[in-house]
Every structure is written in structure tokens, then in C-alpha cells.
């Protein structure tokens, strides 16, 4: 099993560019999420989906859009890049409330973005 | 804001030493977790205690929960050098969605 698998693993944008992060699990989890985490912040909900065709916004949603169209994918855009967005990026997934495993996250392993 | 307070912010010990790190939180909760974070590596799932339980084990690791008082503890007996990470609570208030808190930096020096 892969788990939770985030590309790419490290970016550099410009102000003003757009980029997709992308994420993808093989565990049929329902629940996906995306979170930010910045120094001395924690980790910061962005957006999250709590099945195909769902999503929601976080703490945080602003400059960021979201798309749920399969189980399996759960792609982070940034429509126009601002230095205020240079921190790890962290796609996490879990079976949601129900199961042996309810509201257990597995994480990707981040994904570093630099937004000059 | 986020929901939980973590205490102390950094933690600095001997190997062999007990760790405790607290956590407190606002709103009540379905659950509470605990995730531990090496450097530069994702977030993994240590341990879950639900909002009716009061203590749980797991190996080294125990954690308390007091929802009257809306905290946690996390307590590593015995610590070792590879325990050396971050710290984070988290708590599930509806479905699926955890909310984190600032984390305890942890150093066990050997």
C-alpha cells in the first residue's frame, strides 16, 4: 500500500504563478483534507471532502480552491501564488466517523512550496 | 483559531526520563488524539482516546483525558533518543475533521 502520496515534494513559485498540488490515496478512505503547516502555527485546515463530489472549506480556505471528482484524488490549487502561501503542504486522509479506524488521519509526506 | 493550547512549547531531556506534554482545548469533543511529527517527515498517528475514556495505554505511551477540565495529557515513560520529534493533540469535533495544536518540540539527549 502507498497510503497517501503528494507531488511534488518540493516547489518554487513566482507571485502571481499557478500550481496544483496533487494527492492521492489508495486506502478507499472517504475523508480528505489538506493542511498547512507554518512555524510556530501548528497545522492549519485549508479545505477538506468528506466524499466524491463534496468539499468544504477550513481555517484557512482563502487563495485556495479544491476539487473532489474521484475517491481517490484530492488535487490543491493556487489560482494566483503570494509569498503569504510559502509553507509545507500536508494531504491527509482517513475513513471519516465510521470503522475501526474512524477519524485516524494518514498523512502524505508534505509537500514544500516557496512562493517568491 | 485553532482549538487546542499544547504545554510546554519545548521539552529537553535525558534519555530514560518520562516526558509529559499537555494539551487544552475549547469546544467539546468527539475524540482526542495525539500525532508525532520527525523532522521534516509527515504527521503519524500515535494514539486516540474518546470522549467518554479517561485513560489509555499504549506500550510506553499513556494518555488522559479530563473533559470537565478540557485537557490531555501525553505521558512517554522511559524515553529514548529516538523519541526526539514533535508532539501535536488534535481533536475531532464533527465528522472526520481534526483540528491541531501547536505542538511540543521533544529532545531526548542519549
Same mark, same amino acid.
Given at each position: 500500500? +502507498?497510503?497517501? *502520496? #503528494? *507531488?511534488?515534494k518540493?516547489q518554487?513559485?513566482? *507571485?502571481?504563478?499557478?500550481?496544483?498540488?496533487?494527492?492521492? #490515496?489508495?486506502?478507499?478512505?472517504?475523508y480528505?483534507?489538506?493542511y498547512? #503547516?507554518?512555524?510556530?502555527?501548528?497545522?492549519?485546515?485549508?479545505?477538506?471532502s $468528506? &466524499? +466524491?463530489g463534496?468539499?468544504?472549506? &477550513?481555517?484557512?480556505?482563502?487563495?485556495?480552491?479544491?476539487?473532489?471528482?474521484t475517491?481517490?484524488?484530492?488535487?490543491?490549487?493556487?489560482?494566483?501564488?503570494?509569498?503569504?502561501?510559502?509553507?509545507?503542504?500536508?494531504?491527509? =486522509?482517513?475513513?471519516?466517523?465510521? &470503522?475501526?479506524?474512524?477519524n $485516524?488521519? *494518514?498523512?502524505?509526506?508534505? =509537500?514544500?512550496?516557496? $512562493?517568491? | 483559531?485553532? /482549538?487546542?493550547?499544547?504545554?510546554? %512549547?519545548?521539552?529537553?531531556? %535525558?534519555?530514560?526520563?518520562?516526558?509529559?506534554?499537555?494539551?487544552?482545548?475549547?469546544?467539546?469533543?468527539?475524540?482526542?488524539?495525539?500525532? @508525532? %511529527?520527525n523532522?521534516?517527515?509527515?504527521?503519524?498517528?500515535?494514539?486516540?482516546?474518546?470522549?467518554?475514556?479517561?485513560?489509555?495505554?499504549?506500550? @510506553?505511551?499513556?494518555?488522559?483525558?479530563?473533559?470537565?477540565?478540557?485537557?490531555?495529557?501525553?505521558?512517554?515513560?522511559?524515553?529514548?533518543?529516538?523519541?526526539?520529534?514533535?508532539?501535536f493533540?488534535? /481533536?475531532?469535533?464533527?465528522?472526520?475533521?481534526?483540528?491541531?495544536? %501547536?505542538?511540543?518540540?521533544?529532545?531526548?539527549?542519549?
Open positions: 500500500n +502507498a497510503g497517501v *502520496t #503528494q *507531488t511534488p518540493f518554487v513559485l513566482k *507571485t502571481g504563478q499557478s500550481m496544483t498540488l496533487q494527492c492521492a #490515496q489508495d486506502m478507499n478512505h472517504e480528505m483534507s489538506w498547512r #503547516q507554518d512555524p510556530g502555527m501548528g497545522l492549519r485546515l485549508i479545505h477538506y $468528506v &466524499g +466524491a463534496i468539499t468544504d472549506q &477550513g481555517e484557512v480556505p482563502n487563495g485556495y480552491n479544491v476539487s473532489r471528482s475517491t481517490e484524488d484530492f488535487p490543491l490549487r493556487l489560482l494566483s501564488a503570494a509569498p503569504s502561501q510559502t509553507s509545507v503542504y500536508f494531504c491527509a =486522509s482517513s475513513y471519516g466517523d465510521r &470503522g475501526p479506524g474512524a $485516524v488521519l *494518514t498523512f502524505g509526506a508534505g =509537500s514544500r512550496l516557496t $512562493v517568491l | 483559531s485553532q /482549538q487546542g493550547e499544547e504545554d510546554p %512549547q519545548a521539552l529537553s531531556i %535525558q534519555e530514560g526520563e518520562n516526558a509529559t506534554m499537555n494539551c487544552s482545548y475549547k469546544t467539546s469533543i468527539n475524540n482526542l488524539q495525539w500525532y @508525532r %511529527q523532522s521534516g517527515r509527515g504527521l503519524v498517528h500515535l494514539i486516540l482516546i474518546r470522549s467518554n475514556e479517561r485513560e489509555k495505554h499504549s506500550g @510506553r505511551l499513556r494518555v488522559t483525558l479530563d473533559t470537565s477540565k478540557k485537557s490531555s495529557s501525553l505521558l512517554i515513560t522511559a524515553s529514548r533518543a529516538a523519541d526526539t520529534a514533535s508532539y493533540c488534535a /481533536q475531532t469535533t464533527s465528522y472526520g475533521k481534526l483540528t491541531f495544536g %501547536q505542538g511540543t518540540i521533544l529532545t531526548v539527549h542519549p
